[in-house]
């Protein structure tokens, strides 16, 4: 039998040692990608109910702004006013926002025509806060606080808006 000095390639024992020590570290970097993909999907789920929430949050700012009569006798989980809307000022419509527990939606309905229209849904908790005119018949300014929710992951937005044609009441 010959024998030759220099022995070239693995023992099997290496061979096993390699494949063990490489099977611990790509199980490690699979349960790492998973973390990091679930995070991912509860970040991009949190994402669209907040900008939902600031679209719903933009929309009711711009539309008290240039309201007008805004009921200040309403519950704190709806806001009543009047609103110009479209170009014609003489186009007015009675509008109301209406946070609904229930089913965790804000809505804005129509009053002329009863229409419910969804703003945003995933909302926990919504308040409309009213400074008073100084006679108490109507609204100068609306404080909008709204908690939005995805998953275990709560968000608030708030708002202010002053009322422009009641500031000088």
């Not at 709560?154 to 009641?166: C, D, G, H």
Request: glycine share 4%.
């Amino acid at each position: 039998m010959k024998r030759y000095p220099f022995r070239s390639g693995f023992t099997l024992v290496e061979v096993l040692l390699s494949l063990a020590i490489s099977a611990v570290i790509l199980s490690a970097v699979a349960v790492a990608f998973n973390a990091s993909a679930v995070t991912y999907q509860k970040n991009q789920e949190l994402y669209a109910v907040v900008n939902n929430g600031r679209q719903a949050l933009l929309r009711m700012t711009a539309q008290l702004r240039t309201g007008f009569s805004v009921d200040p006798n309403a519950p704190a989980n709806q806001c009543n006013f009047f609103a110009v809307t479209g170009a014609d000022p003489s186009s007015i419509q009675d509008l109301t926002y209406d946070f609904r527990s229930s089913d965790n939606t804000l809505y804005l309905i129509t009053n002329s025509d009863g229409a419910e229209y969804v703003l945003c849904t995933g909302v926990q908790s919504l308040t409309f806060t009213r400074l008073l005119t100084a006679d108490a018949s109507d609204c100068r300014g609306v404080t909008v606080t709204m908690t939005v929710q995805s998953g275990d992951q709560q968000k608030t937005l708030s708002s202010a808006v002053a009322i422009r044609r009641n500031l000088e009441l």
